[in-house]
């Protein structure tokens, strides 16, 4: 065992993307349907305020509202803030002004992008109007954005009866988050180790178990890992499982064996795949070594040592 | 009803970036600084709950790595909530309350420097009608400072007054680029750092405490709520969930000599001194508030810590603490907390 040095700080972009299918409630579904035919609905409260983004229950009774109202495209900005850097996926590319907007007809107001020419532009109180986008699914990016608009008010809410023809039902949301990932001391010191092909455990200074890879804290003790020491390269496999169905991305032809392996010296199994023996060979307390492929940060894959099986009281606690 | 007591408080210095250590290295410091104060080993905590969220650093159930550095074998009764720590304190506050528990360990970490904050917090708006929008959380704060200034609730000036006193504790934000916009009205001097760090504090119930602290911070009261989701419904320039929390939490019924208010922008500063009638009087957060020290998802839980610790220190005798979660302070929590 030898004293962890501070680590190289390890990054990696780590890209986390999340497309939501969403299902809509019949007053989404109508509101979502209208701004797709250019027509903008808002809600009914029972005390006789429109909701514009209509929602499907009112937010201060929580009583189900279904009064459906057509409101004007047209509006009054009722607080805004001037955005000089637009961010990715935001409605515009260039400055713009983040506006709340009360449509005339509603009693509420709905968050866009303004477009202007510059803060000195907009003001709280300036008339606009919705500018459709050119193409329109049935999702509140159907609005492109707002406009400065000076021409007539639009008139008091209509009652909206009419349905649409083929209303949208769901919505799909793509979101991607973009990260710079760092692992941290102990499984940076495990990682550089790696590339190097040796496999370094971390010691716990409490109850003495080897964990393989660290994580730089006993999950037991609740005290940071202390020191490094190295494990394997050859271990147990302490179970495994058979699987059949391929993964996306993974060209590893199916069935092939995925197996908890106890390196020699580790308290603690990790996992890798079984190769090079028929997958319906593998078997607990098969003895395997680590496979590197050239170039490869990481162990490929293990494969049986050839030694006789290990007995089962020696890495039973490692189940 | 049952007395309980924040008797530890211990929090990491919060910095910009902590990429040289995981969640659980930067945290574990800090709950083996918490236990220490009072003495106990996390096997002897009756309840364990933390709060955190992992959207910041984009690394799924991270909580569950955060939870070796615990230690938390044989298993203990634990729980998490995605919120901010705070939350996680009220939960704990009702555990001990309905006799589950005698002592209760809170804790709460946020590492934002892997992401882009401002993106990443737009997850969590209105997934139909907002969401899509990307509105990032410095845009919708500066929303509400236009609110407030066209409601002549506050200037320009007067927010730079709210920063410059939030500012007294660091240094760090006062530089030559303090006042640029960063989304008009809302100077980089009126938004909060990124911070990376953690926060832990220790509860226990009457008989526990007045052995575990000399000078136990009791919550007298303690109580959140939460606007209505749409930002185009609310009045943005007041906040009536903090005034309901604060007075179901018993915080109007004798003056407070400290407030710790959990205010990201100077603006919502504003806010909540009109919501809970603090007058200058009060000492308003003497440790910098969020302004000073961001760790997101722990903010909150440190306003109820460092309120408690002042309590510990003799420096105060009845104090407020605020927690905030959502835009535009959608909701708030509020406990009152005494010496004696």
């Not at chain 2, 989701?229 to 604060?246: E, I």
Request: with cysteine; aromatic share 6%; hydrophobic share 40%.
């Amino acid at each position: 065992m030898s004293p962890a040095p501070a680590p190289e700080v390890l990054r990696a972009p780590l890209v986390v993307e999340f497309p939501f299918t969403r299902s809509l409630g019949p007053v989404q579904s109508a509101f979502l349907t209208g701004l797709r035919e250019r027509s903008v609905l808002g809600v009914r409260c029972h005390d006789g305020r429109v909701l514009v983004p209509p929602v499907e229950y009112d937010p201060v009774t929580a009583e189900e509202i279904r009064e459906l109202v057509e409101v004007a495209a047209t509006g009054t900005v009722t607080t805004w803030a001037w955005n000089p850097s637009p961010r990715p996926h935001q409605p515009l590319d260039t400055p713009f002004a983040w506006a709340l907007v009360t449509l005339d007809g509603a009693d509420t107001a709905i968050l866009h992008a303004l477009d202007a020419p510059g803060p000195e532009a907009v003001r709280t109180g300036m008339r606009v109007r919705i500018r459709w986008a050119a193409t329109r699914t049935g999702a509140i990016t159907d609005i492109a954005c707002f406009e400065p608009y000076d021409g007539a008010p639009g008139g008091e809410p209509r009652p909206f009866q009419g349905e649409f023809a083929d209303p949208v039902s769901g919505i799909v949301v793509p979101a991607r988050l973009d990260y710079t990932y760092s692992p941290g001391r102990a499984q940076s010191r495990f990682l550089a180790a790696l590339a190097d092909h040796r496999t370094i455990g971390e010691r716990c200074p409490s109850c003495q178990k080897v964990y393989v890879p660290p994580r730089g804290a006993c999950p037991t003790c609740g005290v940071a890992t202390a020191g490094q020491t190295e494990v394997g390269p050859r271990g147990t496999v302490t179970t495994y499982c058979v699987v059949n169905i391929k993964a996306q991305n993974l060209d590893i032809e199916v069935p092939y064996v995925y197996a908890h392996i106890a390196l020699d010296g580790a308290d603690l199994a990790l996992h890798g795949r079984i190769g090079g023996i028929p997958y319906d060979q593998v078997r607990m307390g098969l003895r395997v070594a680590p496979v590197w492929t050239e170039g490869g940060r990481y162990p490929d894959h293990y494969r049986p040592t050839g030694e006789p099986d290990a007995d089962y009281d020696s890495y039973k606690e490692l189940l | 009803m049952r007395e309980v007591a924040i008797v530890a408080f211990a929090q990491s210095a919060h910095r910009r970036d902590t990429a040289e250590v995981s969640e659980v290295e930067m945290l574990m410091p800090v709950l083996h600084e918490v236990l220490g104060q009072v003495g106990l080993t996390a096997g002897e905590i009756d309840f364990t709950c933390s709060g955190s969220s992992d959207y910041l650093a984009g690394r799924a159930f991270s909580f569950t790595m955060a939870l070796d550095g615990v230690g938390a074998w044989p298993p203990i009764t634990e729980s998490h909530v995605e919120m901010d720590g705070a939350w996680a304190l009220y939960e704990a506050w009702v555990k001990i309350l309905t006799g589950e528990a005698r002592t209760a360990l809170v804790y709460a970490y946020g590492k934002s420097s892997p992401g882009a904050l401002r993106d990443v917090l737009t997850r969590q708006l209105d997934p139909y009608y907002v969401a899509p929008l990307w509105p990032d959380s410095v845009s919708l704060a500066a929303l509400q400072a236009q609110a407030l200034i066209d409601a002549g609730v506050t200037s320009e000036p007067e927010l730079a007054a709210v920063a410059a006193r939030g500012r007294t504790a660091v240094s760090s934000r006062s530089g030559a680029d303090a006042d640029d916009y960063v989304v008009r009205p809302l100077r980089r001097r009126d938004c909060p750092p990124i911070s990376d760090g953690a926060a832990a504090v220790v509860l226990a119930s009457r008989d526990t405490a007045r052995g575990l602290c000399e000078r136990p911070a009791w919550i007298r009261g303690m109580d959140h709520r939460i606007e209505a989701h749409s930002l185009g419904v609310r009045d943005l320039a007041d906040s009536p969930s903090t005034r309901l929390a604060a007075q179901r939490a018993g915080a109007f019924d004798a003056p407070v000599d400290t407030a710790e208010l959990h205010a990201p922008f100077s603006c919502q500063e504003v806010v909540l001194r009109r919501a809970l009638r603090l007058d200058d009087a009060v000492n308003v957060n003497p440790s910098g508030g969020a302004l000073a020290a961001n760790p997101v998802m722990a903010t909150g839980l440190i306003r109820l810590g460092e309120a408690a610790a002042r309590i510990h220190r003799g420096q105060s005798d009845r104090a407020l603490a605020h927690a905030t979660s959502g835009p535009c302070l959608q909701q708030n929590l509020v406990a009152v907390l005494e010496g004696s």
